[in-house]
């Protein structure tokens, strides 16, 4: 074999990338400041050492303790000699501080013996400027340090004060109480907080896992690339989704409306919350009947339907009823259990919340529903009616579905930049969006089918990227302005950054699953639904979990930081002792995030083994 | 009655995995598809039931055009279609019984099953075919606790839940051994012999088609090189199906 001779230019090639990425690192250094002469300096060293020290003493625990103070009259410079007599003689029975002698230059030296304090105690002896001896204001750094008998002799360093009247030395000794140190405040607080602090994360995590789950199979390539539909299945489902979610809403609203007189009776709540999902439940099971070979007839498909819808409208009633249920339980039981009251608020938030959240679930229902149904409609018909009907059936309903959703996003973009002109917000959105669907549908055959699948999963991933850019700090600061400074925002903040991150994650689970059980439960004749109910779901359980815990392990982490931006948790309270240059209380709120993020990363690894 | 004609797919990367195949199946055949790696047996099967889309050609079945069925209409007509596959495609996570009830997934209401609502004679129609091939004692089971001959047993069963006219079987036994795989033949066998289901079934090794097989079809690049007896195929044919260099096993 024949060794090749190195060329002269990978020689050269390599000199120059060496002189390359030494030049990327020097200016590295220079744009990131490194200034190692700085770490010398005197000033920083000993601002160092101080806060390190304070960091190494978190103000967790301290003694109680009681003090005496004693002050005694002090002249700078000396003055006349009668006003040097003129002072009064210490009271022996009580502490005292005779100080020789009892004037001074500025900047002089004086002997100060204490009598009468606490044996064995310590504290500081200060000089107070001005006349008032009660002055907060005190100067110097001198310590008093008392022996058994409760006398102390010490040597002051007087400052450069000078004035007319009568100044004064202050000596407060103190002494602990009691065997054992107490919790201080700081540790209250900071236990009031970090307990504030995993909740928020708990239910950040919870309502970004349950949103997160159907987002990412919408996101998942190999579920969505076989999903394609003809084009009026998709315009219809488009014009199913909005028209179901006036619906639904309205719905909502007028079964709200019906059970408000019941609402605030607790008996009436309960036995509408009994019976109505009863009656709900007796219909779906004579409407949904659980095998059948044969399709059923028209008339029968029509009384169907109305008793789902009827059974829905049952639903809804019931759902309410629980709220109200849930908020006149909750606000009796809060009076009744006391220091357990947290209990019943809870019930009533829940209560609340479901109060809240129903007409939207029942929008989302509504909508997904027509849609779904609208679309099968629309399937049907394409591959039925002949070519040429089914031409005219898309232009007219690809131009609807394109008026439907520029006029949406029209009115989107009024409502967040206040044009105030219908023409350019409505009409013109709508007339452009139906001319594309026209186009649209004299470009497709009649009866192509259209990718939509991919559609909707280029869609879910470009949202999902860019809201994952944006952190969840800054998320928290919109966050903070729409709900105000607290807990909530940075609920909402860090709900909304697990939504999409753990919906890209999960996503990419989805899509790392084995094809196999896929196919052969395909094969069996199962809807798409089923599908991924019975191949999908249990493949991706694993995962899922354990990407769960990690993401509320990175929720404890961050929600330590969100109050920051008053997002709420342990962060505020750990900023404003920063500010305040409390630094022992900051050791104990930063001990407190180390010691929870610790747990958690132990008991996360610990679950995930049992459960995965 | 299962009619192919002129069967082609071309995959989307140009490859030809099936060329103008034309065959019958009357109903009530064991049918084995032979022929080497890559040779399109699956890609056939697959196209059977749409779960590859064929490229060009016509399946019919009963008079019915499958390959112009749509989506609605295919999935009643899957249904009827069992199918077996070599690595099995259980869920792993799933329980043996649950993995059993898929089978029953294209007849039962979708709103019932997504919550894994099965009606009782289901349930029990499941212990029933459990008990036929000899895995009833491990319904509760998660189906990757099984070994490999019982979890093709569980695909059986999975398969029999369809009540199928029709099952199509991908190399069922290509990843057992031997004597396991004479067991699973023979329970195919016995579900064609006794309850007249009619089997395609795809097979490596020459002494199980001639053990089982009431006819062979031979694919070749995609081709049809052979239909005929299973004691048609002598030395010569062999190597045409084969290619000239391959030795017999077996």
Redesign the interface.
Known sequence: MKTKPTSIWKSVRIGLLTVLVLVVFAYGFQITQVDLTELRSEQRQESLRRVLRALAKPDLFAYEQEEVIATAPLFIPCPSEESLAALPAPDATNPYMVITPACAEPEGTVQVEGFNFYPNAKGPLRFVPGSDPANTVTLGNGIAITDAQGHFLATLELPDRPSDEVQYLRATIRRNLGALPKLTETAYSTWDKIVETVFLALLATAIGTVLAIPLSFMAARNLMAAVRSPLASISLSVLGWPVGMVIGFLAARWVGALGEPLASSLLANLAAVVIAPLGAWQA?RWA??????TPPGTGIRLARALLIAFAALALLFALFQLAALAMNLGSLLEDLLASFGFLGGFLYQIGEILRLTTPVLAALAAGGALSSQLSRMG??YS?RAPARLVKAFNLVVTAAAGATILGLLGLLIDALYQIGEPSFTLWIPMAVGAISGLVLAAMVKPKDTLPNGMFIYTITRTILNFTRSVEALVMAIVFVIAVGIGPFAGVLALGLHTIVSLGKLYSEQVESILP??L?????????R??TI???VV??I??PFISYTMYRWDINVRMSTIIGFVGGGGIGFLLQQNINLLNYRAAAAQMLAIAVVVAAMDYISSYLRQRVV | MLQVSNLTKIYAGGVKALDRVTFEVPDGQFLAVIGLSGSGKSTLLRCINRLVEPTEGQIVWNGEDITAATPEEMRRIRRRFGMVFQHFNLVSRSSVITNVLAGRLGYVNPAWSLLNRFPHQDVEKAMRQMERVGIADKAGQRADELSGGQQQRVGIARALMQDPEMILADEPVASLDPVLAHSIMKHLEEINQQDGVTVLCSLHFLDLVHRYADRVIALNEGQLVFEGLPTEIDDQKFKEIYGRDAERVG
């Open positions: 779906l949904l009947p659980q095998e059948e070979l399937q049907h591959e196999g059980p196919e052969a439960v395909d094969a069996t004749g199962a809807n639904l089923q109910i019975y191949a249990p493949q359980v694993p």
